[in-house]
């Protein structure tokens, strides 16, 4: 009985249910939170608030408090009290007031509340269990009696004359808590699978929103590096047709010019030729032989450098096929600049980033410091380093770590701290001690140097000066392994294509660097 007065002063007054979340209001009343918050929300109408239990009133919506004790006593009453809708099983002897049930006896097949049970015979032929509404189950359905024992070959729970003349007689068997404990170590031993499987999943899970996630995070970078790119190659476009334009105009205007030299003489030339056919004409129609014989004797009257294959040689080169104009240097200029446009739009479509490169302290020559990180190359005095094979014996030069055998790969070094230097990619066979062991100056090796403000691209010792100065401090090398190419790009703003380099390569490729004296090049991606 005590428990069941318990339970009702845990009842909230609006939904007649266990406390969910008690708080209180200012009047000391308490109650769901969801069920105080309908009703406050349901009173917003009319302007006034009130307790429901004690209809005291607030001017403005209370502010509700959590009853921190009261949730605890709920939260410790709940698990030693069986719920019940559940069950639906009470104590078979409180008629007055129903009391829920705490055990049952399944020898004298009544349900028993607390009180009850104190007073029940403790003796062993009644047998105590779990409240149930159907006692029926626990006995065996052929001899009425209680199930006891575990067949073991039929995995049948029997009771003791099922044993001893049924059909399990002479079969193997177990007392039901020796079967039930051993049941339930085969439940935890498949409880302990399920769960390593479900880690595994959840794990699985958390990996799949992870990728997810950088793929959202990457498909928006994606799509700002892809629009940068349309606007890199819009704006290209559109100096290109300005250069184009430029291009057509001068030389529009030059062989304008020329044209118009060219009429100026040929005008000059037909005044000439009209002067001497007046002339001619003049002689034929004299009647005295002697005059016509002396004054015909000069042999201007019948040269003919006048008009002759110079003339037209000279038109010739000013006019195309059909009358046109040619206008050398257009085709060109729209070669080259679409050239360019196309290896930028086909390279710097940078999906992937930039490859981590590390310098190879071991190859390192001696008047070479390597930083903590290995990305930093700085000019240092002699530093007495062992000589190895895979060292640069005379020259202050580096390679990477890590080789590139396939794939696409780019890289992005600042070579601000240093007037002099070279970056580029080699074999890993290229000579480290002879004279052609400097980058580009050998068969093996690809290479972009500065050298008294000068630029250029150089391999196999064969130089290409660049026609401009680099801009900006961060070079970029990009490497398309499977094409055979290796471009350099000046990262200003838009980025400019240098060179590339195209080949086959039959090695591995390592990036590799030189600094000029104290300098120093960093590796920035």
């Keep these: 009985m005590a428990s069941a007065k318990i339970r009702r002063e845990l009842e909230c007054s609006i939904c007649m249910d266990m406390y969910t979340d008690p708080v209180n209001l200012a009047c000391g009343h308490n109650f769901c939170r969801d069920c105080i918050d309908r009703v406050l929300d349901s009173q917003m109408r009319s302007g006034v608030h009130s307790c429901p239990e004690c209809r005291t009133q607030y001017p403005t919506r209370p502010t509700l408090q959590r009853n921190i004790t009261l949730c605890n006593i709920v939260d410790n009453f709940l698990p030693t009290q069986p719920d019940q809708e559940e069950t639906g099983v009470f104590c078979t002897y409180c008629v007055d007031y129903p009391e829920l049930a705490v055990k049952a006896c399944l020898h004298c097949e009544v349900s028993l509340c607390d009180k009850h049970l104190t007073v029940h015979k403790t003796s062993v032929e009644h047998v105590l269990t779990s409240p149930t509404a159907s006692l029926e189950e626990r006995k065996c359905s052929i001899h009425k009696e209680l ?23 002479g079969h193997h068997m177990e007392p039901l808590f020796k079967a039930s404990e051993r049941k339930k170590k085969q439940l935890r031993n498949a409880l302990q699978k399920l769960m390593i499987k479900k880690e595994e999943m959840e794990g699985r899970v958390q990996n799949l929103h992870e990728s997810r996630r950088k793929l959202v995070e990457n498909e928006a970078g994606n799509t700002e590096r892809v629009s940068a790119l349309f606007r890199d190659l819009k704006r290209h476009l559109e100096d290109l047709e300005k250069r184009v334009l430029n291009v057509m105009s001068r030389v529009a205007q030059q062989l304008s010019l020329l044209a118009l030299d060219l009429i100026q003489q040929l005008e000059t030339k037909k005044d000439e030729l009209s002067r001497k056919m007046s002339h001619i004409e003049e002689l034929c129609n004299m009647t005295d032989p002697l005059t016509v014989l002396q004054k015909s004797d000069s042999g201007d009257l019948f040269g003919t450098k006048y008009g002759d294959n110079e003339d037209k040689d000279r038109c010739d080169q ?25 290896i930028g739009g086909n390279e710097m479509i940078c999906i992937q980033e930039p490859d981590d490169i590390l310098l190879d302290v071991n190859t390192a020559g001696n008047n070479l410091h390597i930083s903590d990180d290995k990305k930093t190359a700085s000019w240092s005095s002699n530093q007495n380093l062992p000589e190895t094979p895979e060292r640069f014996q005379y020259d202050p030069q580096v390679l990477s770590s890590h080789s590139f055998s396939s794939g696409r790969h780019y890289w992005e070094v600042d070579v601000g701290g240093s007037q002099s230097w070279s970056i580029g990619m080699c074999y890993p066979s290229m000579d480290r001690r002879g004279e052609q062991s400097w980058i580009g100056y050998n068969k093996k090796s690809w290479g972009l140097e500065s050298r008294r403000n000068q630029c250029s691209v150089i391999h196999d010792s064969t130089r290409i000066p660049l026609p401009t100065n680099i801009y900006s401090d961060r070079i970029r090398i990009y490497l398309d392994y499977e094409a055979g190419q290796i ?29 000029g004296l104290d300098g120093c090049i960093k590796i920035t991606g």
């Design 318 to 342: 000013l006019f195309h096929d059909g009358g046109d104009l040619e206008m050398p240097g257009i085709p060109y200029t729209l070669h080259t600049g679409l050239s360019d446009i196309t």
């Design 487 to 515: 471009s350099f790009y000046d990262l200003c703003d838009p980025i400019r294509h240098l060179h590339t380099f195209t080949t086959t390569f039959d090695e591995p490729l390592h990036a590799v660097l030189g600094v």
């Design 147 to 169: 199930l006891r024992y575990f067949c073991t070959e039929d995995s049948a729970c029997i009771c003791l004359s099922c044993c001893l003349i049924g059909e399990h007689r």
